[in-house]
């Protein structure tokens, strides 16, 4: 049959927002958390993560009233069994409990990358979009879940399966919260860094090596952690920025997102995410170096890296049915090919589409092998 009519819709939207780090973000000094939407009689549906507001919850209510704004601050559980569609719809009825303008009086996420991923797709999807600030309050947030435009929730047993593309109106910074942060959760953050490092930033990787250790324990409150947060950032955004919609499917910031996947969703109770990224990231390094593409010289100074900042791979979570699946769920993602980022080098990477199920399984035993002898501090490669 042939075509009788066709109407044809293009449109284009930019997108721009801006990603502004500051100071003491809850001294009612400082106007940026209001700066962006309507003050005079301006309302706030706020989500904070239960154990900021148990630092700050305090000073958050005194911020709004002191600035005349009618806030609900709704405490929302951090973690990653939180992500889920009960949590999504309990935080869209409490919005729907409180009224808000559609365009200038934009939600407020303040918490870790499971509140902004959450919250991110309560936004984008209550009335088809209202505007939302995130305010990322752990170093994974900082560096990664909220300065792109990325929401979700887990479903289905699995990560991210319903989320969003949904750029923030400003994603404000503010690292006297990572003050509070558990280390084990500053660890998480540390992965996402390293991964940068070691697939695009070998400036950062030596950075890693002289001041990594330190900025853990002082929480990246001095001049060096202050840098490398900030080198983080610009790597994260010159990634993102030219693919934000991912248009393109081989992405070097999927280093250590591929195998982590099915670990992560299997083992929630267990596995962080940055610790699932980190397994997934000395996993691909040692299929790098099995394929030659990386020296043993590099493959080492991954491995004393990672034992300088303190991280220890679960390797006991390592299992290949999980992550050779997860390999095959990234297949049908990246629209039917592999796309693994690998490294070639320190600071750069190439993208293989042939990894088979028993080069994985090999860098499994060697990894397992490598970490379970002990008193060993170097894993050599
Ligand atoms: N959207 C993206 O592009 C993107 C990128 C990377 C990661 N993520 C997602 O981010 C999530 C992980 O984020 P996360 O590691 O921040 O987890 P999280 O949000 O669960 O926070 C970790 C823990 O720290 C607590 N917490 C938060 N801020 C604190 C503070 N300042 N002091 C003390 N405790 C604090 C939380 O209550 C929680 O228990 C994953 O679900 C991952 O998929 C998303």
Same mark, same amino acid.
């Given at each position: 049959?042939?075509?009788?009519?066709?109407?044809?819709?293009?449109?284009?939207?930019?997108?721009?927002?801006?990603?502004?780090?500051t100071?003491?973000?809850?001294?009612?000094?400082?106007?940026?958390?209001?700066?962006?939407?309507?003050?005079?009689?301006?309302?706030r549906?706020?989500?904070?993560d239960?154990q900021v507001?148990g630092y700050?919850?305090a000073?958050?209510?005194s911020? %709004?009233?002191? $600035?005349?704004? =009618?806030?609900? !601050?709704?405490?929302?559980s *951090? +973690?990653e069994?939180?992500?889920? @569609?009960?949590?999504?719809?309990?935080?869209?009825?409490?919005?729907?409990? %409180?009224?808000? $303008?559609?365009r =200038?009086?934009? !939600?407020?996420?303040i918490? *870790? +990358?499971?509140?902004?991923?959450? @919250?991110?797709?309560?936004a984008?999807?209550?009335?088809?979009g209202?505007?939302?600030?995130?305010?990322?309050?752990?170093?994974?947030?900082?560096?990664?879940?909220?300065?792109?435009?990325?929401?979700?929730?887990?479903?289905?047993g699995?990560k991210n399966?319903?989320?969003?593309?949904?750029?923030?109106?400003?994603?404000?910074?503010?690292?006297s919260?990572?003050?509070?942060?558990?280390?084990?959760?500053?660890?998480?953050?540390?992965?996402?860094?390293?991964?940068?490092a070691?697939?695009?930033?070998a400036?950062?990787?030596?950075q890693?090596?002289?001041?990594?250790a330190?900025?853990?324990a002082?929480?990246?409150?001095?001049?060096?952690g202050?840098?490398?947060?900030?080198?983080?950032?610009?790597?994260?955004?010159e990634?993102?920025?030219?693919?934000?919609f991912?248009?393109?499917?081989?992405?070097?910031?999927?280093?250590g997102?591929?195998?982590?996947?099915?670990?992560?969703?299997?083992y929630?109770?267990?596995l962080?995410?940055?610790?699932?990224?980190?397994?997934d990231?000395?996993?691909?390094?040692?299929?790098a170096?099995?394929?030659g593409?990386?020296?043993?010289?590099?493959?080492?100074?991954?491995?004393?890296?990672i034992?300088?900042?303190?991280?220890?791979?679960?390797?006991?979570?390592?299992?290949?049915?999980?992550?050779?699946?997860?390999?095959?769920?990234?297949?049908?993602?990246?629209?039917?090919?592999?796309?693994?980022?690998?490294?070639?080098?320190?600071?750069?990477?190439?993208f293989?589409?042939?990894?088979t199920?028993?080069?994985l399984?090999?860098?499994?035993?060697?990894?397992r092998?490598?970490?379970?002898?002990?008193?060993?501090?170097?894993?050599?490669c």
């Amino acid at each position: 049959m042939s075509t009788l009519a066709r109407w044809q819709v293009s449109h284009q939207r930019s997108i721009s927002y801006d990603i502004i780090a500051t100071s003491a973000l809850l001294d009612p000094a400082n106007s940026s958390l209001l700066a962006a939407g309507r003050v005079d009689g301006g309302r706030r549906f706020v989500v904070v993560d239960e154990q900021v507001a148990g630092y700050h919850g305090a000073a958050l209510e005194s911020y %709004f009233a002191q $600035h005349g704004i =009618d806030a609900r !601050i709704v405490h929302f559980s *951090g +973690g990653e069994a939180a992500k889920t @569609v009960d949590a999504y719809l309990q935080l869209v009825r409490e919005l729907d409990d %409180f009224p808000i $303008h559609r365009r =200038d009086e934009p !939600i407020i996420a303040i918490g *870790g +990358g499971v509140l902004t991923d959450v @919250v991110g797709f309560v936004a984008g999807s209550y009335r088809r979009g209202v505007p939302h600030i995130k305010v990322p309050t752990t170093l994974m947030g900082y560096v990664d879940a909220a300065v792109g435009i990325k929401t979700g929730i887990n479903f289905n047993g699995r990560k991210n399966r319903l989320g969003s593309f949904e750029p923030p109106l400003q994603v404000l910074l503010d690292r006297s919260f990572l003050t509070t942060l558990p280390l084990r959760h500053m660890l998480n953050g540390m992965c996402e860094i390293l991964k940068l490092a070691v697939i695009k930033d070998a400036a950062l990787f030596a950075q890693l090596e002289h001041h990594g250790a330190a900025s853990i324990a002082n929480a990246f409150q001095d001049g060096d952690g202050g840098v490398m947060l900030d080198r983080s950032i610009s790597g994260m955004l010159e990634e993102l920025q030219p693919n934000l919609f991912e248009d393109v499917l081989a992405r070097s910031v999927d280093f250590g997102h591929t195998f982590s996947y099915g670990l992560e969703a299997h083992y929630t109770e267990h596995l962080l995410h940055g610790e699932a990224v980190l397994l997934d990231i000395a996993v691909s390094v040692l299929i790098a170096r099995q394929r030659g593409l990386l020296d043993a010289a590099a493959c080492e100074r991954v491995f004393t890296l990672i034992g300088t900042l303190g991280i220890v791979p679960l390797v006991e979570l390592l299992d290949i049915d999980l992550m050779w699946n997860a390999l095959l769920d990234r297949v049908e993602h990246r629209n039917g090919s592999q796309h693994v980022p690998l490294p070639d080098g320190i600071g750069r990477c190439v993208f293989v589409n042939d990894i088979t199920a028993a080069e994985l399984s090999s860098a499994i035993t060697l990894l397992r092998d490598r970490t379970t002898r002990k008193n060993e501090p170097v894993l050599e490669c």
